[in-house]
T-cell receptor, first 115, second 114 residues
């Protein structure tokens, strides 16, 4: 019974490059959430997606960041032209459906380092 | 904006003692709260949740208490073990009645001493 799977676990990029982070939700889960965490801080919401739709992107910067959750395949968080400030741990969570009060289950994150 | 915060950044307890981790929230409309445990290098792990129509919920060795009057949430861990050492976060649902983003507190580090 696989949990939320994220890859890669660690990603190193140089300034100006693109970063692609992947997330496969738990089986049967159709809702995906992306969060960002800086060291010694709590998680900050970025974006919430259902299959093929962005539901809430209020926490995602308007420039350079994008997210998708296609009909087939994992959800992708894409960061273009990365800068040093993008260094962080990015976590993906999933939940089963549209009902309220269902816990989000997290993957082990991708640690992005920008050189 | 609305936020969830914690009173203590670090809590040290002896093995076998009970631990109490506190959380204050500011959004009175929040109706769902979750406690997560995060170990080093891992993602947050679900511990227990509670809805706003309850004031107490128990799990295995853990109890969550909700006081809506003062907007306070606590996590009690009975007979704390070394494996309980981690950072604990409370989180709240920002949009009552729907699946939505969570707002996390800054975390409390629990250190279990032998």
């Amino acid at each position: 019974n696989a949990g939320v799977m994220q890859n890669p676990r660690h990603l190193v990029r140089r300034r100006g490059q693109e970063a692609r982070l992947r997330c496969s939700p738990m089986k049967g889960h159709s809702h995906v959430y992306w969060y960002r965490q800086l060291p010694e801080e709590g998680l900050k919401f970025m974006v919430y997606l259902q299959k093929e739709n962005i539901i809430d992107e209020s926490g995602m910067p308007k420039e350079r960041f994008s997210a998708e959750f296609p009909k087939e395949g994992p959800s992708i968080l894409r960061i273009q032209q990365v800068v040093r400030g993008d260094s962080a741990a990015y976590f993906c969570a999933s939940s089963p459906g549209a009902g309220a009060n269902q816990p989000q289950h997290f993957g082990d994150g991708t640690r992005l380092s920008i050189l | 904006g609305e936020s969830v915060g914690l009173h203590l950044p670090t809590l040290s307890v002896q093995e076998g003692d009970n631990s109490i981790i506190n959380c204050a929230y500011s959004n009175s409309a929040s109706d769902y709260f979750i406690w997560y445990k995060q170990e080093s290098g891992k993602g947050p792990q679900f511990i227990i949740d509670i809805r706003s129509n309850m004031d107490k919920r128990q799990g295995q060795r853990v109890t969550v208490l909700l006081n809506k009057t003062v907007k306070h949430l606590s996590l009690q861990i009975a007979a704390t073990q070394p494996g309980d050492s981690a950072v604990y976060f409370c989180a709240e649902n920002n949009r009552p009645g729907t699946a939505s983003k969570l707002t996390f507190g800054t975390g409390t580090r629990l250190q279990v001493t032998l």
